[in-house]
């Protein structure tokens, strides 16, 4: 019996070394797959984020539809007048559709169009178009309406309105 323990002794050391050497292989091997995963996620990552700063998304389509007092600015309307003076604002619309639209602008006075446009503007185009109105009889909360309408749809696209005081 004492002859046997040296020779198992000695394969288990040399078994034991190999499973050593088989377990050291593949942590260096799982290792070297997992940097390769995390380089290539990295490169991914990279990419979409340069495709999607060079090349955004449009955003959402809209179209601005403002009002300019006499000063230029949103501000200073003239909304106190009397009966017969002319009042002035400018109208404007910014096109951000991200292609071309035509408008139709209708401008009502307490129900009585005041004007009526029809224009055309090109992706983030501007136009601004200067609109009189004279109020015939007097009254408080008197409604000048600035409805704005996209192509042929018989539906208010954007709306803004300013409240009369006319003496």
């Known amino acids: 019996m004492g002859l046997f323990k040296p020779r198992l002794i000695a394969f288990a050391a040399q078994a034991n070394i190999y499973e050593q050497g088989c377990s050291n292989q593949s ?86 169009t005041v004007a009526t446009q029809a224009f055309s503007l090109a992706n983030d185009e501007r136009w601004e178009h200067s609109v009189s109105f004279v109020p015939t009889h007097s009254g408080m909360g008197q409604k000048l309406d600035f409805n704005l309408y996209k192509g042929t749809d018989p539906n208010v696209y954007r709306s803004v309105y300013l409240y009369l005081t006319v003496k």
């Open 27 to 112: 942590r260096v091997n799982r290792n070297i797959t997992l940097t390769v995963v995390l380089a290539i996620v990295l490169v991914l990552a990279i990419c979409g984020t340069i495709l999607i700063v060079v090349l955004p998304q449009p955003g959402e389509p809209f179209t601005e539809l403002f009002l300019l007092g006499p000063s230029g600015t949103a501000s200073d309307y003239p909304t106190n007048l009397t009966v017969g003076q002319t009042g002035n604002v400018t109208v404007g619309v910014i096109n951000h559709e991200n292609a071309d639209a035509n408008y139709t602008l209708v401008v009502r006075l307490d129900n009585a």
